[in-house]
């Protein structure tokens, strides 16, 4: 039975986590239902990438007896995530990068046989994944990356599915996007990918790696209806701990679902 709607997730920053999507998938289906059935669900992984030489930096950092080790793994496994990719992104040698892309472009490969062809798509991106998604949408508007020599012999249906042209709906949680483009000038969003296409962005104010984004440009303020909200419980949502609380969060799940369910 072909599916109705594809859902495809990015996580975001730091120590990888496979089951990283599980929550917010047991939240859609409890909310759901039935319809749940209807659905194309594919998590991207691309951490695994990155994280095999972080893992080995990591351990010869260690041989330095070094203070905050928390905290120096977080940046570690977080930031050179984010630093590997931009500077592949902008570098002729692009392996990371492309890899990347690829991951995305299976994703999209395995729920285009699951619908049956091109229907929509919505996607729903945290963290350091708000700026992939961002990079690939641009990137297939502009015949960059991947879609620049990459891509593997497709019908036409497809290679336009590949681009996103059927999607949607963007949700980025915990967006951290000016954080790459604060040195650009100008600073432009993304084209929409569909005449359809709108997105949410939600953010805490107390997740510093959590922004609005309307305020970057006139571009991103006409694409991106920015939302504040309090991310997590109480021991979390006044903390910058409330970065990794988005996917549970009513405010966030509740606008997803009804976005959802126009169509199924």
């Known amino acids: ?25 047991d939240e859609l289906i409890e909310r759901l239902g039935d319809d749940w059935y ?33 905290l120096r793994r977080f940046l570690l496994f977080g930031f050179s995530d984010a630093g590997s990719l931009e500077y592949s992104a902008r570098s002729n040698v692009s392996d990371q990068y492309i890899k990347v892309q ?68 963007l949700v980025t949680t915990g967006c951290n996007i000016p954080m790459f483009v604060g040195g650009l000038d100008p600073i432009l969003a993304i084209s929409k990918p569909s005449e359809s296409f709108t997105w949410d ?27 504040e909200i309090n991310a997590g419980g109480i021991f979390s949502s006044w903390t910058p701990w409330s970065h990794g609380k988005y996917w549970t969060d009513k405010d966030v799940i509740r606008p997803l679902v009804n976005e959802i369910r126009k169509y199924l």
């Open 102 to 169: 690829k991951e995305i472009m299976n994703a999209l490969d395995q729920v285009y046989v699951q619908l049956e062809g091109n229907k929509p798509v919505i996607i729903i991106a945290q963290s350091l994944g708000c700026q992939v998604i961002s990079n690939y949408l641009w990137d297939a508007n502009k015949n960059l990356g991947i879609f620049n020599g990459f891509e593997t012999e497709a019908t036409e249906s497809l290679k336009t599915f590949r681009r996103l042209k059927s999607c949607v709906h």
């Open 38 to 70: 209807k659905i194309a669900f594919e998590p991207i992984q691309y951490q695994p990438i990155l994280q095999n030489n972080q893992n080995d930096i990591w351990q010869r950092m260690n041989r330095f007896p070094l203070d905050g080790s928390m």
């Open 201 to 227: 962005n939600y953010f805490d104010r107390d997740d510093v790696l959590g922004w609005p984004l309307t305020p970057l440009s006139e571009s991103y303020q006409k694409l991106v209806t920015d939302h």
């Open 1 to 25: 039975m072909p599916k109705n709607l594809a859902i495809l997730t990015l996580h975001g920053m730091g120590d990888y986590k496979p089951t990283y999507f599980q929550e917010l998938q």
